[in-house]
């Protein structure tokens, strides 16, 4: 009954009316500041599709070189969905990686050390723990990856209230895009029809050839 007033609670907040859409999504950018193909990915922290889809999405962007290619930039957002008892949890651990951070790799290993170990806060895993406990299992999971950040001080964080809010503004972004379910990928603007199954190679050709295709306008 505890995990259903906790999601029930802050699904409200995600739905509210007066809800605030945030400035600044949860997530990170990579790439060219001036693109000609412009890559956005919206994906539920622990969702076993999720993590599948950008493993794969994520190996395509390596291979086309993102880093120094010209002509291509992505962002990641992150889309917590009330289904899953903890996403919100996951996703306020991004915020509180975002707003301490001194390093900007930390957040792009925090979601990667998420996405390896979503099964830890799965609902089956989860079902007979409290916010608090959960809470603490993931502060032990990024002090173990990172260990400039203490315990105690990512808990704290973890269970303000505050950031749970801001959890679900992210949700709201999402659905402002028009996302309903996560991952949900768009290319200038355009959402990509079945992109969630796309394999590394498909990857790499729908992105060339959509680079081909903008060459000859």
């Not at 801001?166 to 379910?181: I, K, L, P, Q, T």
């Amino acid at each position: 009954m505890l995990k259903f007033l906790i999601t029930l609670t802050i699904f409200s907040l995600s739905l509210s009316a007066d809800q605030k859409i945030p400035i600044a999504p949860l997530g990170f950018s990579v790439g060219s500041p001036t693109p000609k193909i412009y890559l956005e990915g919206f994906f539920n922290l622990i969702d076993p599709n999720s993590s599948k889809s950008f493993t794969n999405f994520w190996s395509a962007l390596q291979k086309l070189d993102i880093d120094h290619n010209p002509n291509l930039r992505f962002t990641f957002y992150v889309s917590p969905e009330p289904t899953y008892y903890f996403s919100f949890m996951t996703s306020t651990g991004g915020r509180y990686i975002s707003k301490n951070s001194q390093n900007p790799n930390d957040e792009f290993l925090y979601y990667q050390t998420i996405f390896e170990n979503y099964e830890t806060f799965s609902n089956a895993k989860t079902v007979d723990q409290s916010l608090n406990q959960v809470a603490l299992t993931l502060a032990k999971l990024i002090n173990s990856k990172m260990p400039q950040y203490k315990v105690d001080d990512i808990y704290n964080g973890l269970t303000t209230l505050s950031y749970l809010e801001e959890a679900a503004d992210y949700g709201a972004f999402a659905r402002s895009r028009g996302v309903v379910v996560a991952p949900t990928y768009f290319i200038n603007e355009v959402q990509v029809d079945g992109a969630s199954s796309f394999t590394t190679d498909r990857w790499v050709n729908y992105i060339n050839q959509f680079l081909q295709m903008n060459a000859k306008l």
